[in-house]
């Protein structure tokens, strides 16, 4: 299995288990482009210089502001080298938080984001070799890694300080971890950094294990040392190798042997996930993953059963090995299937999850790494405050040098071209991507799809290409509105229409309804109603020059489907799997109108954030890969597979051993180029059963006409209706060259809304001295660039009090005096329960704006 589709497939996975958003908001304006979008700094140890803005200009330019972007790949380590050359101007590859010293003294500005995540997997089983031991088999010793490891530690020496110490399975500091602060820091002052503790619970485990500790302090079983095999990673960004030494350390100064293993992901994989856990050939692992969006951190309810549970959809071990407690299984099953009645109900379930989460940890939690990636000073650049900027839909549309229409931008990544690109099984790696992105109208981190656009400070969508939605889900499913560009009602049951499209019959080439399939009819969870302008087809063109058209949608719908039937021409095994598990979901699709085009979409799956669940269909991937597909170019394609001449998955091609499509290079091209003659000869229609209704000889004739002069013109068939085109790529020297599309719908400042986010100082501010059984007051004061930070644009501000040994005293919500400015009151009665000596007073803000809040902490001295 390869990386990029594991990760792929967790990410997508913690989407799919959200279930009822973190904070609850009412319904605000969805932004025009004459409004500023307000968010907040990520909170880190580290503050990033913030490049010069300007307020946004008006203009007439259509597109994106630059005329040109060249992207070629640069070494990491000398990013900032190039930058301060000039070779570059932006390297958009996010840098782990190690290099952030270098970037601020070389005067350089810097995005500031979440890079994932790291921690310990920890083998659960009990070995079938009864004469091994694995300590792990018991859950205290799995918790007594909590105390053992010293985060702080880790942060400082290994990141530079640049990250942030992580306990629990929720992402530190974010919407999740802040609506539960009393738990989480609760937790983290039960968990603080304790070698004794750890020491003594292994000590009190182990004997009745049958280990004897050894008179050279060494644990032994059966006579032999207690040896754990600890798979470390030694490859990535080189952060793993490191953490696993310290982690050997510590485990082998209370007495247990550490068998250091270093291996690459492709040499450790196949043992951490690929074997049983009882074969006993790993302990441990240097788990790391990525995120997928603020959208997917919203809310973080499933990671409790994806994490730690027997019930995991996570293929593989350490997860089915694992004997979960059972309250802790029905809280992680609840939490994610949405079984609560409230969100009060719901956040009491978490706060017992993240407790019952330590003591299982069968993953101990290391870090929330932040990452940053350099630009130069007279750049701007967008970037996703949980991804960074080349997770970015928004990203391209806002990169422009400060001040200044035009211009070509030299744009500096890790890597180009590392898979064969193509929207149904090709590359998705994030420098890939990027690039995809640039090239399409832009959709949600979420749910996909053109017709939205994904705020980058919060999560949520807003209209990228519809002209208005309708969401109607079933009567008490914890789903909240947050936005007004879309109606929301609720319905006893949500019935699906006896036309609606819910499966594909390859061999007859067309839809199975759901009157067809479920006779005795249909239901699902979420109904979902996008209708786009009336001049769509007028005013959406491919980079070939092509309009769009309705048979492009439904082309997408069908390739959505006929991969994984096999009846079907090009039917793959690998997809097969994917679309598979999709139907169970799944509950049709239904077009009511082409002029407007209005689409219906049904489905079981939902998300907390109502924005969420508007699904545009718009024609791209529809298996979650970046980039749109225009029905021309996958006829082709298909043509290609079915002749087996070519296979849009590597698992396919490999089998086979032939070529996996590319309609960027390689020998692809040339197969392409032939299939496009025989189509354009043939004023071929793709399943015409079907797409005979939409798409006429005529429409056929001038599709694969442009499609033919864009080849000879550029040398590739990628084309999309994005604000750039790709006009030149150069897989050997792998770059490529990005040019405006001044055809473009929008002008150049639709989102210019998204420049910059509302970065949020917060100043604590009070005695330093409190006598205990006196109340006292705090002053919180909340800016932006030195003005006030306005009151309707903070949902909140709460705060933490900690008394001399670190327990939380109390929680609470500061008062609003005014525009940035808040006041904490601790009464005679909470200050009586302060022992003697210091104390702190933390405060959390959060904005509506942005997902992320902000922190901030006053030490004071509690008196007699």
């Known amino acids: 299995m390869k990386l990029r589709k594991v990760y792929f497939a967790l990410s997508w996975l913690v989407v799919l288990s959200m279930i009822l958003a973190a904070c609850q908001t009412s319904a605000t304006e969805a932004p025009t482009a004459t409004k500023s979008p307000e968010a907040v700094d990520a909170p880190a140890a580290t503050e990033p210089p913030v490049a010069a803005t300007e307020p946004p200009m008006q203009t007439t330019r259509h597109g994106g502001w630059l005329d040109e972007i060249d992207i070629s790949v640069v070494a990491g380590d000398s990013a900032i080298s190039q930058l301060q050359a000039g070779t570059i101007d932006f390297f958009s590859f996010n840098l782990a938080s190690d290099v952030y010293p270098a970037i601020k003294e070389a005067g350089l500005s810097s995005t500031q984001s979440l890079g994932g995540y790291y921690g310990i997997s920890l083998n659960p089983a009990v070995f079938t070799d009864t004469k091994v031991l694995n300590p792990f088999s018991n859950r205290k010793i799995r918790e007594a890694l909590n105390w053992l490891i010293d985060r702080n530690y880790i942060n400082q020496e290994i990141f530079a300080g640049g990250s942030l110490p992580k306990l629990l399975p929720i992402t530190t500091q974010l919407v999740e971890y802040t609506n539960l602060i009393a738990t989480a820091r609760a937790l983290e002052s039960k968990y603080a950094y304790n070698v004794e503790k750890a020491k003594e619970i292994i000590d009190a485990e182990m004997p009745a294990m049958g280990a004897v500790l050894g008179e050279d302090g060494k644990w032994q079983f059966n006579g032999e040392p207690v040896t754990l095999t600890f798979l470390i990673r030694s490859d990535g960004d080189g952060t793993r190798q490191p953490i696993g030494d310290y982690v050997s350390n510590q485990l082998e100064s209370v007495g247990l042997t ?25 302990h441990m692992y240097t788990a790391g993953y990525g995120v997928s969006g603020l959208g997917s951190l919203r809310d973080e309810s499933g990671n409790l059963q994806q994490s730690y549970l027997n019930t995991s959809t996570q293929a593989g071990e350490p997860y089915i090995s694992n004997v979960s407690d059972p309250e802790f ?17 719901r956040d009491a379930m978490m706060a017992r999850g993240l407790e019952l989460a330590l003591e299982d940890s069968l993953f101990v939690w290391v870090i929330d790494q932040q990452v940053y990636a350099p630009y130069n000073n007279n750049a701007q650049v967008t970037f996703d405050l949980a991804t960074g900027p080349e997770s970015t839909n928004v990203g391209p549309y806002n990169l422009r040098f400060v001040g200044q229409e035009g211009g070509t931008m030299k744009v500096g990544t890790n890597d ?64 909240n509105q947050n936005l007004n560009w879309l109606t929301v009602t609720t319905a006893p049951q949500v019935d699906v229409p006896e036309d609606a499209w819910v499966d594909w019959d390859a061999k007859e080439q067309r839809f199975i309804t759901a009157a067809e399939k479920f006779p005795d009819g249909l239901t699902s969870n979420i109904k979902s109603v996008v209708t786009y302008p009336v001049d769509l087809f007028d005013t959406v063109k491919w980079h070939d020059g092509s309009p769009i058209s309705v048979g492009d949608f439904v082309m997408s719908m069908i390739q959505g489907f006929d991969p994984g039937k096999p009846d079907s021409a090009i039917y793959d095994e690998s997809l097969a799997l994917s679309i598979n598990a999709t139907l169970v979901s799944f509950k049709g699709y239904r077009i009511t109108s082409t002029d407007p085009l209005t689409i219906e979409s049904y489905t079981d799956t939902y998300l907390s954030d109502a924005e969420l669940n508007i699904t545009p269909l718009w024609p791209q991937s529809p298996y979650g890969l970046s980039g749109e597909n225009s029905w021309q170019v996958l006829a082709i394609s298909n043509l290609a597979e079915a002749a087996g001449e070519l296979a849009y998955t590597s698992d396919k091609a490999d089998g086979a051993e032939i070529e996996n499509t590319s309609w960027v290079g390689g020998p692809s091209l040339e197969i392409l180029a032939k299939y496009l003659d025989q189509a354009a000869g043939e004023s071929y229609i793709p399943y015409e059963p079907t797409l005979g209704q939409y798409i006429t000889r005529e429409e056929a004739d001038l599709r694969y006409s442009n499609f033919k002069k864009w080849y000879e013109e550029h040398g590739h068939f990628w084309v999309g209706t994005g604000p750039y085109y790709l006009d030149k790529v150069f897989p050997t020297e792998k770059s ?21 986010p509302k970065r949020a100082t917060t100043v604590l501010d009070g005695p330093g001295q409190v006598k205990v059984g006196d109340e006292a007051v705090f002053d919180v004061s909340v800016s932006f660039k030195d003005e006030p930070y306005l009151q309707s644009d903070i949902r909140g501000v709460r705060y933490i009090l900690y008394d001399a040994t670190g327990a939380v005293v109390t929680v609470g919500d500061a008062d609003a005096i005014g525009d940035g400015q808040y006041q904490v009151t601790l009464g005679a009665e909470i200050t009586s329960k302060l022992t003697t000596g210091s104390a702190r007073l933390e405060v959390a803000v959060v904005p509506i704006p942005v997902a992320i809040p902000s922190f901030t902490s006053f030490d004071f001295v509690a008196i007699p």
């Open 258 to 282: 550490v068998d250091r293993q270093y291996k690459t992901s492709s040499e450790a994989f196949p043992i951490w996930l690929g074997t049983a856990g009882a074969d006993g050939q790993w």
């Open 329 to 345: 299984q029905k809280l992680g099953d609840d939490l994610a299937q949405g079984k609560y009645s409230s969100k009060e109900e």
């Open 416 to 479: 180009l071209f590392t898979q064969p690109w193509n929207t149904i099984g090709g590359s998705n790696w994030i420098w890939d991507a990027n690039v995809h992105r640039a090239t399409s109208m832009g959709a949600s981190s979420v749910t996909g799809g053109g017709g939205l656009m994904a705020d980058p400070y919060t999560g949520l969508a807003y209209p990228q290409r519809i002209a208005s939605a309708e969401l109607t889900y079933k009567e008490g499913l914890p789903i």
């Open 736 to 756: 490529l060259v990005l040019k405006n599309n001044s055809d473009f719908v929008d002008l150049a400042d639709r989102w210019s809304e998204f420049s910059e």
